[in-house]
Nanobody, 113 residues
Framework: QVQLVESGGGLVQPGGSLRLSCAAS???????MGWYRQAPGNQRELVAR???????NYAESVKGRFTITRDNARNTVYLQMNSLKPEDTAVYYC????????WGQGTQVTVSS
């Protein structure tokens, strides 16, 4: 059974930084992993994705500001977020691809003055 647990969210000023972590169990290193986000009333959108081969995709809105990495030995995926904007405010979810997509419970990121 796949389990994903996000952590690292919080309240930050515009221009600040946060690092999100996703601790995974029951997953394979062959799975692509990703971060998605959703604000109330909005669609869930892809933020960043990394394949088993290391290919990375970012949403255009976060390119140059966010970095996704994975540590296969620790079954952990990270999202380093720099130069945060109020528009980045959302619940951030970890995703594991495989025979079926799996999702964590999410961690709240709030960017506000």
């Amino acid at each position: 059974q796949v389990q994903l647990v996000e952590s690292g969210g919080g309240l930050v000023q515009p221009g600040g930084s946060l690092r999100l972590s996703c601790a995974a169990s029951g997953t394979s290193n062959t799975y692509a992993m990703g971060w998605y986000r959703q604000a109330p009333g909005n669609q869930r959108e892809l933020v960043a994705r990394i394949t088993s081969g290391g290919r990375i995709n970012y949403a255009e809105s976060v390119k140059g500001r966010f970095t996704i990495t994975r540590d296969n030995a620790r079954n952990t995926v990270y999202l380093q977020m720099n130069s945060l904007k109020p528009e980045d405010t959302a619940v951030y979810y970890c995703n594991a691809e495989g025979p079926r997509d799996s999702w964590g419970q999410g961690t709240q990121v709030t960017v506000s003055s």
